[in-house]
Structure formats: C-alpha cells, structure tokens
C-alpha cells in the first residue's frame, strides 16, 4: 500500500470518527442511569418512571431548544463497579444529561466519568452527603435533600417525640448506609441525653441476623435506627419481633415507600421511617399520580416526583442557557427556580435542593403515614 | 527468657479466660441465647455441608452448584404454598407438601446437574469438573433469576409461633427451635441409611475404593446418582426451614449460604460426615459468639480466618483422614 492509500485509509476513518455525533445531534440525548433490575430495582424504577413522564410531557411541549428529547438507559444494580461500566458507556454512546444514579454509592463510582466528560448528573436519590458538600463533585445536582438534613431530623424526633434515652445504631457497611448512621451519631452527641449503647455494621444479604437481635436486646435499646435498605431491615425486623425484643424500629428513606410493607407484611407495623416531604396536595404532584396510575395501573414508588423534577431541571436549565455546554449549563442551574410537582424548587451552591425536605412516617395498618 | 515468655503466656491466657468466665456468669442468658443462635445457623450450614461433603467423598469433587440446590428448595416451597395458600388449603397440608415439593424438586435438580454437568466430566482432569461446577451455579442462579425475578420476595412462615411456645419465644423462637429439632431427625435418619441400609454401605463402599466396589458388582453410577440425591434433599430442608427464619428469599441466598456451608465442611475435614457436622456447629456457634461478643462487622472476616488457621494447622480438618493427596 503506497503512502497516498494510507494517508486516505486514515483520513477517512477519521473523518467517520468526527462525523458520528453529527448524526446525532437532531435530538437531545438523555440517559436514566440506575438500578433497574436487582433487588433495589423498586427504586430505580420509579425513578425512571418520573423522568419518562417528564420526557414526554417535554417533547409534547416542543422539546428542548427545539429538539425532541431522547431517553437512553443504564442499569447498575447499584453495585459501584457495574456503575462505572454503565457511565462509560453512556458516555461514549453520546449521552449529554444523566438523570442518575439510584443509590449513592453506585453515583459517588459514576461521577468520576462524568466529571471528566463535563456532564451534568442530577440524582433524584442519592442522598449521601459527600456528593455536594466536599466540593469534589462539581457537576451534581439533586431534587432529594441530602442525608444531614435527614439525620438532623431522625436523631430530633427520636429525642423530642419517641422520647428515647438508649438507641442502637446498626447499618449495612455501605455508603449509604454506613453514613447515614455516622451522622446520626455525631447528631445524638451532639444533642446530649440520648445514650448510644450500640454501633454496629452487619453484612448485608446475610443468613441469619439472630445475633445481632441478641446484641440489641442486651443493650436495652429502645430504638432501633438502620441505615441501609428495605431487604435485610425486614429480616432484622421480622426477628426482633419473634424474639420479642421490646423497641422501636426507625430507618430513612432506604426502607421508605411499599417495599418494606411488602415484603415484612404484618411484622413492619410501627416502623418509623423519614422520606420525602409529602407533596400529595399539591395539584401537578395529583395531576401525574393519576398519569402514572392510567399509565402504569398501580400507585407511584418511592422516587417518581423527585424523579420528574430531575428532568424538569435539566430542561429549565438547558433553556435558561441557551445551549448544552458544560459551563454554561452548570451556571445556569443555581439560576433556575421549577415549578416541580414539589412546588417551587432551586439548587444551592452545592447543589443541593432548595424547597424540599424530609417527614417522618409510621407504618400503620401497612402503609407509610405521615405522623410529624 | 524462656520463663517470662512462659509467664506472659500464661497470664495473657488466664486473663482473657476471667473475662470470659465473668462474661459468662454475669450475663448467663445471653451466653444461653448466643449458643442456641449459633446452633440455629450451625444447623443449616449442616444441612447443606452434608452435600458437600458426601459428593467430595465419593467423587472428590467440590460441587460449587450445591447452594443453588438449597436456593431452589425454598424457591419451590414458596411457589406451592402461594399456589395452595390461594386456594385455601389447610395449613398443615400446605406445609407437608411445600417440604415434599421441595424436597422432590430439588433431588430432580441435584440428580440432573450431576448427569448434565459432572458425569460427562468424570475421567477429566478434576479442574475440568471444577469449572463446569461453577458454570452450573451461575447458570442456575441467573436462570431463576431471570424466570422468577430479581426481587426480594415475601416469605410467608410455614411455621406458626406455637402458643405452647410463648414462655420460651424471647429466647429462641419456634422456628429456631424446629429447625434444630428438624436438623437433629434428618441427621439420624441419614446415620441410619448410610450404616444399615443395602445402598448406604454401597456409597461407604464406594467411597473406599470405586474401582474395588465396582468389581464387586456395585452399579458406581447409581451410587454416585443417589449420593446428589441425598444431598440435594438435606440441602431442600434447610433452604425452607431458613426462608421460614428470616422471611424473605431471592435468587441469590444460595451463593453466601454455599460458601460458608463449604467452609464448614472444609473446617470439619471434606469427605466426613461426622467433621460436616462438626464443622458446622463450630462455625455457626463461633460466628454468633463474635458478632455477640466482639463486632458483628468482621463477621465474616472471622468465618474465613477461621478457615484459614484449620488449613494451616491441620489440612485435613478437624475430623478428616491424613492420607495426602495429590490435587
């Protein structure tokens, strides 16, 4: 092959590898990255149920900058090392948005692509507070408050309502999880008055939690606060009520939402939980639960709102600035104020939301109820 | 020198005995509690390391597939008493035929992996048979996974809170307390079938020398068949009574149960059937006692030291054979 042949053999190719996004580029790509299958699928999956919504009620109203809005899909498992396979290839498939991920960890892994694409990730989830409040995620935005907001009002209602001097502390060891409780604790020393007998990790997915159940009996904690997720809450619930271990049960917004009912029936009443302000009365929050129930015949999971707004800032953002570049976009998303279905919402310097927060629920007669 | 390195022995030891007597005096019931927790667990791992074990006996083969036969059992039991449940079975019904269904379901399993995966396999060299093994298990995981779901699912107790029960409930629950007296009866009649029956001495046979028993007019391809079979039904009890315990199941409950009713056989010396046993108990017993007593966060970082202590100093485990082996 003579030197004019290579030199055209190269210069196509390369021209294919610059021509490939031009393609592209008459829609607006966005991805939903999550958990969509595992065992925390509930989670991402009304999440996803929330932007696919927002996305067509977007591309009805014209789409963004005149451009129909296209959805692309990830799904992590929430398992951190799944999370960065699924970023890359979100990445080099053209994604220029990212509504994501579910759970912290698996985002806390992703945003390092995206951090270096320059691509904006709003979660409408993770809650943990390394995303926002070290400054090492620039790019991230969120429509769920972040987990010392929600520590700060687990440990005061513990205190102030439940009226408990001795708590147990027990989490997962994951990020989410294990984070929370950290809080919780420096919260409760904080406050004073309330003992911390016990702060233990247990390995998620495990056999048999009867020990621990025994460890917390022997402390004489009077509640119980988890940090982690529906599944192995419901085992430790359903033994601390066949031992018969006198206290009271209280997690976040891991075990908010039907999952927990579902799955320990009738051994989950009374669990406390805090989860997203109840917005239900808010006409757009009962406008697309009835979408959702037309268009999925069942009641919305625990992050479908936070989920539309997600999308919602994204297109406030994108039309504010005018185009889809990096810096341009970022600025424009501490500018924005939505009219989400949670009322009127903003983020602030970190990026987390303003306008929104966490109550407290109770499990009664297999339901969350608000009782704060 | 030698005399202070023997005293500081010497007291480091009697120190930490003190602590763990006192320890036992003053809080008895939660020594009592520990233990009977720690038999609990002890009791399933037993129930699936016996496969374990009398499949490495005969055949010297580490059958990795094991903990997903235990993980169909409680699949299957929780299909028949939601079938059943709906059409307003009596419970004690439902609950014998859950067991049955289980039990049979899984045997079929167990007896098919063997056909599929290990016969074909069983002149090859042993890596070969080790591989398709762990083939077998994730194939059999993301085959349930993907005709089930991926969900956690409900898991209605087969067995009540019996009233009788109640003084002794805040100590060990009816469930615990079935599964050590179900784990007891299984263990017994698997005694009595291998010492005394026609096909029990033809498994001891063939597990001494199979090309002997084979002479001696011992169908070795049966023996080996009912061995998975055995196995494979232990296994099926013990995933139900566990998914009776805890109250929920998923595709993947097989995978972390296997690996430490593995470790157990391994501690107990692989091959024997009291060591099984043996191995299981002590595993289930210093796990709980752990987690009780020190932090339950490196739970499972103890299993394993354990594991690896036993092999360092003594290979064969606590009740197995010392011939070397070449692996």
Not at chain 1, 84 to 100: F, P
């Amino acid at each position: 092959m003579n030197t004019f042949l290579k030199s055209l053999t190269v210069g196509v190719l390369s021209m294919m590898l610059f021509a490939a996004p031009g393609f592209a580029s008459d829609t607006i790509k966005v991805a939903n990255a999550g958990a969509l299958s595992g065992d925390l699928a509930p989670y991402g999956i009304s999440a996803l149920r929330g932007v696919e919504m927002a996305v067509e009620d977007i591309n009805e109203q014209g789409g963004i900058l005149g451009k129909k809005v296209e959805l692309m899909l990830g799904d992590d498992v929430c398992k951190p090392e799944v999370a960065v396979n699924v970023a890359t290839k979100l990445v080099s498939d053209g994604a220029q948005m990212i509504v994501g991920h579910v759970c912290s960890g698996a985002t806390i892994a992703a945003n390092k692509i995206y951090k270096d694409a320059g691509i904006i990730l709003i979660s409408s989830s993770a809650t943990n507070d390394d995303l926002t409040l070290t400054g090492e995620h620039p790019n991230f935005f969120r429509t769920i408050s972040n987990d010392g907001a929600q520590a700060a009002l687990m440990t005061d209602f513990a205190k102030n309502e439940l009226k408990v001097k001795k708590v147990a502390l027990i989490h997962d060891k994951g990020d989410y999880g294990k984070g929370q409780m950290e809080l919780a604790r420096n919260a409760f020393e904080k406050m004073g008055d309330v003992d911390i007998v016990l702060f233990e990790g247990v390995t998620t997915g495990a056999m048999d939690y009867s020990a621990i159940v025994s460890k917390i009996k022997r402390s004489e904690a009077e509640l119980v606060m988890w940090g982690g997720y529906h599944s192995d809450a419901s085992k430790i619930i359903q033994l601390i009520k066949k031992k018969r271990v006198d206290t009271l049960f209280m997690g976040a917004d891991g075990i908010y939402g039907d999952n927990l009912p579902n799955l320990a029936g009738e051994f989950a009443e009374g669990v406390y939980a805090t989860g997203p302000n109840d917005t239900s009365s808010n006409p757009k929050h009962q406008a697309l639960t009835k979408g959702h129930q037309e268009k999925y015949g069942e009641d919305p999971g625990t992050f479908f709102i936070t989920g539309y707004t997600c999308m919602q800032a994204l297109a406030a953002a994108a039309e504010k600035a005018g185009t889809l570049e990096y810096e341009a976009m970022r600025a424009a998303m501490f500018d924005i104020t939505v009219d989400s279905p949670m009322g009127p919402i903003g983020f602030d310097k970190n990026g987390d939301i303003v306008g929104a927060g966490f109550s407290v629920y109770r499990v009664i007669d297999g339901k969350y109820q608000q009782v704060n | 020198m030698r005399w202070i390195s023997i005293l500081l022995g010497l007291s480091g030891t009697g120190a930490v005995g003190f602590f763990a007597v006192r320890e036992i005096i003053m809080y008895p019931m939660y020594f009592f509690e520990l233990v009977l927790g720690g038999l609990t667990r002890g009791s399933i791992y037993a129930l699936i390391a016996l496969g374990y074990t009398m499949v490495y006996g005969i055949i010297q083969l580490i059958n990795f597939a094991h903990g997903e036969i235990y993980m169909i059992g409680a699949m299957t039991a929780l299909i028949v008493a939601t079938v059943l449940g709906m059409w307003g079975w009596n419970t004690a019904v439902i609950v014998i035929l859950a067991f049955v269904f289980a039990i049979v379901y899984s045997c079929a399993y167990g007896f098919t992996v063997e056909k599929i995966a290990y016969k074909p396999l069983r002149n090859a060299p042993r890596l070969s048979a080790l591989i398709s093994a762990i083939g077998m298990s994730l194939f059999l995981q993301n085959y349930v996974m993907l005709a089930q779901t991926p969900d956690y699912l409900p898991f209605e107790s087969l067995i009540p809170d019996f009233q009788f029960w109640e003084p002794f409930a805040h100590i060990i629950t009816s469930v615990e307390i079935t599964i050590i007296i179900t784990t007891v009866i299984v263990m017994i009649l698997l005694g009595l079938l291998i010492k005394f029956t026609r096909i029990g001495k033809a498994m001891r046979a063939t597990a001494q020398d199979k090309v002997m028993a084979a002479l001696l007019g011992i169908n070795v391809n049966n023996v080996i068949s009912a061995t998975f079979v055995v196995g494979s039904a232990t296994a099926a009890i013990g995933g139900v009574l566990i998914a009776c315990h805890v109250g929920q199941i998923n595709f993947y409950i097989g995978f972390l149960a296997g690996l430490k009713a593995f470790i157990a056989a391994v501690l107990g010396g692989i091959g024997s059937i009291p060591g099984a046993v043996l191995g299981s108990l002590v595993l289930g017993i210093s796990e709980s006692f752990f987690t009780g007593y020190f932090w339950s966060e490196y739970e499972d970082v103890f299993a394993f030291a354990i594991l690896v202590l036993i092999l360092i100093f003594r290979p064969s485990g606590i009740l197995g054979r010392h011939d070397t082996q070449k692996v």
